[in-house]
């Protein structure tokens, strides 16, 4: 089910108020917090299963196996100590049964997310390696919706009950609601246990503050999927399909365009994710903080699906060591062994976040080059220049930040025409293919109509979006603009922007398909 599809605007108000009638029922608090939890998981698999049913097997087997490992785990006395360096790697002494328990359901889930997702792409791969056809090995099912989102929020709460950062649950129900809770079941964030799941096992109630600032997040949400996205995506499948006989500047305006597609596809998901869990008093981890206006690469990735990049740092890049590695005593050389590891430990942390989009090189080839812009940056320890807000108590960036702004904008460019295209080959041919005689003639546009309502939309996001930079979302418009009914005049306006000017086609969000 589409967020931005008729089902969705009757399925959502139903769901609430079942929900909330379940949390104002005259029974003990109890009882009403397991309806409740059990409502949720009914609620999120009719969502789940209303694009494929079977599929709904899999989402249990992996709630059920993490439940199940996070018990197991914690049968088994262990202790786990820390170092006080947070980014130095810790030291685990454990027996073998609680270790066996984790590696059993992380071979388990990402196995799940091989089959599905990797299997026919390394099947292909090894049969071009070696000459040899392989089509009768492929299995050419169906990647289900947001099992690479999911299966992570299983893992992490097994990793975080391993090490001790929390306890694990017995109720079956909560844990089942934390895995497969609906406004983030299919494209994150990726929550972390030890924040959703204790929402779960806590007696809730109406925030109409809270509920209000939801609905504002989705409107911003649906603007930018329904105005923003969709309707770039018209002009950027258009060029895309014809890239070859196009200009060079057309294919600039393309790539440019296709970088506020899926912000404003991905993004926008979010914001009407987070926004509908407030409605049922649920708080989700934010998941972009306005990344084009980043003034290097590292500030960037900071700022860009924040959820999926502080996965990997937690459970991937600091057991690796991070940016401050252990180096044995025995080195000869610990000054170039520490850079070695610090090189190593980088490109890892890209390539597989490259990875965990799809199995194309184009995603892993993408990973290397944030690898390769993100890598002076950390080895001059510049990595955490930028950690406040950009012109922070100012209307307007300095030009410095401005110039600073715009190249971070212009490498993230690049790195989107990697991501879109189909092949390295082809992303090539089109970056090529923007370094023409004819960059700077007049690019190519669908019509007037079209146009001019982009552009519009566009400023408005991008204006925004600035004003309140230092906000959740950029509708959180009560501390900017006081007058109520000019916030209102806001509001309405968006819906008849979205009316006159949005694509109401339900095209799927882009991350459905990682």
């Not at 084009?292 to 924040?306: M, N, Q, T, V």
């Not at 939309?457 to 109520?484: D, F, P």
């Amino acid at each position: 089910m589409l967020f931005n599809s008729f089902e969705f605007a009757i399925f959502l108000p139903i769901v609430f108020l079942i929900y909330w009638a379940i949390g104002y029922a005259h029974i003990n608090d109890r009882l009403k917090l397991r309806l409740q939890n059990a409502f949720v998981v009914i609620a999120s698999y009719v969502f789940y299963g209303w694009w494929d049913w079977r599929f709904l097997l899999l989402i249990a087997l992996t709630s059920f196996c993490s439940w199940g490992s996070g018990l197991l785990i914690h049968r088994t006395p262990y202790t786990i100590h820390h170092t006080q360096e947070s980014h130095t790697p810790y030291t685990i002494h454990h027996t073998l049964k609680p270790k066996f328990w984790l590696i059993a359901n992380v071979v388990l889930n990402l196995g799940i997310l091989a089959i599905f997702k990797y299997y026919d792409f390394f099947v292909s791969e090894f049969g071009q390696l070696f000459g040899v056809s392989t089509d009768s090995l492929l299995l050419r099912i169906i990647l289900p919706v947001g099992i690479s989102f999911y299966t992570f929020q299983a893992l992490s709460y097994s990793i975080d009950v391993y090490r001790k950062k929390m306890e694990p649950t017995k109720d079956i129900i909560a844990f089942f609601a934390f895995i497969s809770f609906f406004p983030q079941l299919v494209a994150g964030p990726i929550e972390r246990a030890t924040n959703l799941l204790p929402q779960f096992q806590t007696n809730r109630r109406f925030d109409y503050n809270q509920a209000v600032d939801g609905m504002r997040q989705i409107l911003w949400g649906l603007f930018k999927k329904i105005v923003i996205a969709d309707n770039c995506a018209t002009y950027v499948d258009q060029i895309w399909a014809t890239y070859d006989t196009q200009s060079g500047s057309t294919l600039l305006l393309a790539a440019v365009l296709f970088t506020f597609q899926i912000y404003g596809d991905f993004s926008g998901y979010s914001d009407i994710a987070i926004g509908t869990a407030k409605l049922f008093g649920i708080k989700l981890m934010r998941n972009f903080n306005n990344p084009y206006f980043s003034r290097d690469i590292a500030e960037f990735w900071r700022r860009w699906h924040i959820s999926l990049t502080t996965w990997f740092r937690d459970y991937v890049y600091i057991p690796l060591g991070g940016s401050r590695p252990e180096v044995p005593a025995s080195v000869k050389n610990p000054d170039s062994y520490k850079k070695w590891l610090i090189v190593r430990n980088t490109f890892v942390i890209f390539l597989l976040s490259g990875f965990w989009h799809g199995a194309n090189w184009t995603f892993i080839a993408w990973g290397a080059y944030h690898a390769l812009l993100f890598l002076p940056l950390i080895l001059l320890g510049k990595n955490r220049k930028y950690t406040n807000q950009v012109a922070e108590g100012r209307l307007f960036p300095t030009w410095k930040e401005f110039l600073q702004i715009l190249l971070t904008f212009a490498l993230a460019v690049i790195g989107w025409i990697i991501f879109r295209a189909e092949t390295i080959t082809q992303a090539w041919d089109f970056f090529c293919g923007i370094f023409t005689q004819n960059l700077l003639c007049c690019p190519h546009i669908i019509s007037r109509e079209y146009c001019i309502p982009l552009v519009c939309a566009l400023a408005i996001m991008l204006v925004m979006e600035w004003l309140n930079r230092a906000e959740n979302h950029g509708l959180a418009i009560n501390k900017t603009i006081t007058i109520q009914w000019i916030r209102r005049i806001i509001y309405f306006g968006l819906v008849l922007y979205m009316v006159y000017f949005g694509r109401f086609s339900y095209n799927q969000f882009i991350y459905f398909q990682f």
